[in-house]
T-cell receptor, first 114, second 113 residues
Framework: DTAVSQTPKYLVTQMGNDKSIKCEQN?????MYWYKQDSKKFLKIMFS???????INETVPNRFSPKSPDKAHLNLHINSLELGDSAVYFC?????????????FGNGTRLTVT | AQSVTQLGSHVSVSEGALVLLRCNYS??????LFWYVQYPNQGLQLLLK??????LVKGINGFEAEFKKSETSFHLTKPSAHMSDAAEYFC???????????FGSGTRLLVRP
């Protein structure tokens, strides 16, 4: 059983389109995250939800909107896609926040905007 | 604010040689430190973590790291590299209770036969 699963694995789309990435975890964790990994492998946190409540919202354009229907799911919707949004997006989860327990990552969604 | 610096974006070793990946952190409070490994086209996996207690931490696949407060370092080592160790390695520091994990820029480990 996959602990943190993301769909789709690859996403190729044109500028201006709207797309969503879905994430589900079956670990029973309280906290979920979205990270962005750029072409130089640099990882930066975007959002974090704890028990469906937004607790971290980094300086991300408001075209990015996370949604957590329940604590096992955290989806990412992106409006009006731009070339600079091309990256690998990772979903992750942890119990009781990352300062106390490690993150479990999904395998990533490679987004290519043309 | 916490930050992490990984010296060397690429490290190349021969199979069987010592692996040393360097990580320095800055933190105004006692840090929680992590090493993660990323294999191609996969997510990150936890190798080991330091929270409190023993400063020498053992992880999976024969890796270990030592927390040195005086040097603000958390270097990752493995006595003998294996071809399967070739991957990207990330050091990370936790920002206390803010649920935020700050990652270093990563070090790609290449293992030569």
């Amino acid at each position: 059983d996959t602990a943190v699963s993301q769909t789709p694995k690859y996403l190729v789309t044109q500028m201006g389109n709207d797309k969503s990435i879905k994430c589900e975890q079956n670990l029973g964790h309280d906290t979920m995250y979205w990270y962005k990994q750029d072409s130089k492998k640099f990882l930066k946190i975007m959002f974090s939800y704890n028990n469906k409540e937004l607790i971290i919202n980094e300086t991300v354009p408001n075209r990015f909107s996370p949604k957590s229907p329940d604590k096992a799911h955290l989806n990412l919707h992106i409006n009006s896609l731009e070339l600079g949004d091309s990256a690998v997006y990772f979903c992750a989860s942890s119990q009781q926040g990352s300062y106390n327990s490690p993150l479990h990552f999904g395998n990533g969604t490679r987004l290519t905007v043309t | 604010a916490q930050s992490v610096t990984q010296l060397g974006s690429h490290v190349s070793v021969s199979e069987g040689a010592l692996v040393l990946l360097r990580c320095n952190y800055s933190s105004s409070v006692p840090p929680y430190l992590f090493w993660y490994v990323q294999y191609p086209n996969q997510g990150l996996q936890l190798l080991l973590k330091y929270t409190t207690g023993a400063t020498l931490v053992k992880g999976i696949n024969g890796f270990e790291a030592e927390f040195k407060k005086s040097e603000t370092s958390f270097h990752l080592t493995k006595p003998s590299a294996h071809m399967s160790d070739a991957a990207e390695y990330f050091c990370a520091v936790s920002e206390g209770s803010s649920y935020k994990l700050i990652f270093g820029s990563g070090t790609r480990l290449l293992v030569r036969p």
